[in-house]
């Protein structure tokens, strides 16, 4: 308990933590088109749905039928905007989706690094005594020339994930078909559970590169490896404190789900409502995207991470 809590002296104990998400909140709490930045702004987008993703890939990959198994889409759009729906059909068919929708992308990744960027505590605010983040053609000015490298980077995690599937998964498959045990799928999924367990929690580890590696580049204007690296050594220097910033940004996640499941049991009820419904559901995620921009910048920089301003040689 007391290294989930921290520690006054170590990089970010929980309750700065804590105070950084409710200013990040208070930051992007003023309406505006930023939230269309918001929106855009990926997650930590675990949820059932992703396991039985993987269940697919490993059910169409060995002929096994395994219980609550689903296409392969999740996969492919883990990493990407929300907005960005890519369905149940399986992973070629969304990787179809994924190519069809490229130029989008690019306009969707300059706009999520630059709300990183312009979400850095240590800017000013745009204008004097207004405390939020940016508005959108402040994101969309600081993106410029890195919708490229933000999509090659969720590009190279995807990749990243389905190696290690490939690797995890790869020889329990090989071991099930040399013994003939096809036709045994309990017992199959009882082989799998620790497996997707540790997919899973590399598949957290994944989602923190990807957020503290946006920061960086944002800040940075680094390559693709060369932020993703930087992420990694911030995570690795400081473990429990990137798991501190992971449990609270799982707690914006949670928070927005409830709300989001609140509101839809009145306005989604009735199909006049609806409308009312998604619109506010969009204004509540644009919300939490500024917020977690903002949250994971305070972030970045209470692991250690630093911009060129602070003039280190060599960024």
Excluded: K
């Amino acid at each position: 308990m007391s290294l989930l809590l921290g520690s006054p002296a170590d990089r970010w104990p929980l309750p700065q933590a804590v105070d950084a998400l409710v200013d990040s909140a208070r930051r992007a709490g003023i309406p505006g088109p930023i939230w269309i930045a918001g929106v855009l702004y990926p997650s930590l987008n675990l949820s059932w749905d992703l396991v039985r993703s993987m269940l697919g890939a490993v059910e169409r990959s060995t002929g096994i039928e395994l219980p609550g198994a689903a296409g392969t889409g999740d996969l492919v759009g883990l990493f990407l905007p929300r907005p960005i729906a890519l369905g149940e059909d399986g992973f070629w068919a969304a990787l179809g989706v994924f190519l069809v929708s490229l130029p989008l992308l690019l306009v969707y990744y300059r706009l999520v690094v630059g709300l990183a960027r312009v979400c850095d505590p240590l800017r000013p605010p745009d204008e004097p005594g207004r405390p939020r983040c940016g508005d959108l053609r402040s994101a969309w000015r600081e993106g410029r020339g890195l919708g490229f490298a933000g999509l090659g980077m969720c590009v190279l995690l995807l990749g990243l994930l389905l190696a290690a599937m490939l690797v995890l998964i790869g020889p329990l498959v090989m071991l099930v078909q040399i013994l003939g045990l096809e036709e045994l799928s309990p017992l199959f999924v009882g082989l799998l559970a620790p497996v997707l367990l540790v997919l899973l929690l590399y598949t957290v580890v994944l989602l923190v590169v990807n957020q503290l590696a946006l920061h960086s580049l944002a800040h940075n204007r680094r390559g693709i490896a060369s932020a993703l690296t930087h992420a990694w050594r911030l995570i690795r220097t400081s473990p429990w404190s990137a798991a501190r910033a992971t449990s609270m940004d799982l707690v914006l996640f949670v928070t927005v789900l409830a709300i989001t499941t609140a509101i839809g049991s009145v306005l989604a009820a009735t199909v006049v409502m609806r409308p009312l419904y998604f619109l506010v559901v969009t204004a509540l995620y644009g919300f939490a995207g500024v917020t977690r921009a903002g949250f994971w910048a305070r972030s970045y920089r209470a692991l250690g991470g630093l911009s060129a301003a602070d003039q280190v040689p060599g960024l």
